[in-house]
């Protein structure tokens, strides 16, 4: 496969899962400075946009409808949903040859029923509108493309994006103190509510619910899960031919990642557990750039991934 055809599939999974995972986080926690009039306004949203890696204007006091602003519909902030949804349909473009028509029609829509602004009786309809419209690009890919190289790059996108996602989230927890969103409202807006009680049976609580979000192998947006379904991709990608260890710097980072989370206490975790997310974002960060560096070299011909003379 030519490489530039492999970075756009890889960032057309990132993109929409950035999209779905923006729009959980920004639902969760607009309502909840709408519900919760003891919360700082300014701080928090402050707090979120910093969690978002986007940077808060210093001039003026920050408000509700700003931060939908900023990382819902500002389409030149690459934090936001609509900057999201413009880079994977533009990444589809640039793949077309690959890309099945079906999901071209699909990204080419989203993108152009993006709004400019939302109404504030319309904000958790527009997020839904989001989450639908990702879910729909990941159905198509997952119910209609073979299992090659085009579907192992998307789904590698995907599974790094959704463990930073998800630390995201995580990390949100602790961002007003007592006021914070509470275990069942992360659970919800991950979808993962009725999954936790299935596997819990229980209301949730803090040492439940991040070991479930964290640690569960079979719940898809756990980081555990999200992780171990990189590395697995990477594998497939190219195969491992050296005998002693891991020489591939993404899967060795990732699998590290993994080994921290997977064999330490859930009880150290939470005692700080900002710091862990921060961890698990810098890793996935680095392991995209070791794939950048690996599959996607910029400054050379155009050449195949895996390609051997």
Same mark, same amino acid.
């Given at each position: 496969m030519l490489s530039r055809i492999a970075e756009s599939l890889f960032w057309?999974? &990132?993109? %929409?899962?950035?999209?779905?995972?923006?729009?959980?986080?920004?639902?969760?926690?607009?309502?909840?400075?709408?519900?919760?009039?003891?919360?700082?306004?300014?701080?928090?949203? /402050?707090?979120?946009?910093?969690? #978002?890696?986007?940077?808060?204007?210093?001039?003026?006091?920050?408000? *509700?409808?700003?931060?939908?602003t900023?990382?819902?519909?500002?389409?030149?902030?690459?934090?936001?949903?609509? $900057?999201?949804?413009?880079?994977?349909?533009?990444?589809?473009? =640039?793949? /077309?040859?690959?890309?099945?028509?079906e999901l071209w029609e699909c990204l080419n829509t989203? &993108?152009?029923? #993006?709004? &400019?602004?939302?109404?504030?009786?319309?904000?958790?309809?527009? $997020?839904?509108? %989001?989450?639908? =419209?990702?879910?729909?690009?990941?159905?198509?890919?997952?119910?209609?493309?073979?299992?090659?190289?085009?579907?192992? $790059? $998307?789904?590698?996108? *995907?599974?790094?994006?959704?463990a930073d996602m998800t630390a995201r989230l995580l990390a949100t927890r602790s961002l007003t103190e007592a006021s914070g969103p509470s275990w069942t409202t992360i659970l919800r807006s991950c979808g993962a509510y009725e999954a936790y009680l299935r596997t819990y049976r229980g209301v949730p609580s803090a040492r439940n619910a991040a070991e479930f979000l964290l640690l569960d192998r079979l719940f898809p947006r756990s980081i555990l899960f999200s992780v171990t379904r990189a590395v697995n991709c990477l594998k497939e990608i190219e195969p491992?031919?050296?005998? %002693?260890? %891991?020489?591939?710097?993404?899967?060795? #980072?990732?699998?590290q990642i993994r080994s921290e989370l997977e064999y330490r206490p859930i009880s150290e975790i939470l005692e700080d557990l900002t710091m862990h997310m921060d961890n698990v974002q810098s890793t996935t960060s680095a392991a995209s750039e070791a794939i950048r560096q690996r599959y996607f070299p910029t400054q050379v011909a155009p050449s195949w991934v895996g390609e051997t003379s």
């Amino acid at each position: 496969m030519l490489s530039r055809i492999a970075e756009s599939l890889f960032w057309i999974g &990132r993109y %929409v899962e950035r999209a779905d995972g923006t729009a959980r986080i920004l639902d969760v926690h607009l309502q909840l400075l709408l519900e919760d009039p003891w919360i700082e306004e300014d701080l928090a949203c /402050r707090s979120l946009l910093s969690v #978002m890696g986007s940077e808060a204007p210093q001039d003026a006091q920050l408000s *509700r409808q700003d931060i939908l602003t900023i990382l819902a519909v500002d389409r030149n902030e690459p934090a936001s949903i609509a $900057f999201s949804l413009g880079a994977a349909r533009e990444n589809a473009r =640039r793949a /077309r040859e690959i890309v099945s028509t079906e999901l071209w029609e699909c990204l080419n829509t989203t &993108r152009a029923r #993006m709004p &400019r602004r939302v109404a504030a009786d319309k904000v958790h309809e527009f $997020f839904g509108w %989001v989450r639908e =419209r990702s879910a729909l690009a990941v159905g198509i890919i997952e119910s209609a493309t073979s299992r090659d190289e085009a579907w192992q $790059f $998307f789904t590698l996108g *995907r599974s790094i994006e959704r463990a930073d996602m998800t630390a995201r989230l995580l990390a949100t927890r602790s961002l007003t103190e007592a006021s914070g969103p509470s275990w069942t409202t992360i659970l919800r807006s991950c979808g993962a509510y009725e999954a936790y009680l299935r596997t819990y049976r229980g209301v949730p609580s803090a040492r439940n619910a991040a070991e479930f979000l964290l640690l569960d192998r079979l719940f898809p947006r756990s980081i555990l899960f999200s992780v171990t379904r990189a590395v697995n991709c990477l594998k497939e990608i190219e195969p491992r031919s050296d005998r %002693v260890g %891991v020489s591939d710097h993404a899967q060795r #980072m990732l699998g590290q990642i993994r080994s921290e989370l997977e064999y330490r206490p859930i009880s150290e975790i939470l005692e700080d557990l900002t710091m862990h997310m921060d961890n698990v974002q810098s890793t996935t960060s680095a392991a995209s750039e070791a794939i950048r560096q690996r599959y996607f070299p910029t400054q050379v011909a155009p050449s195949w991934v895996g390609e051997t003379s």
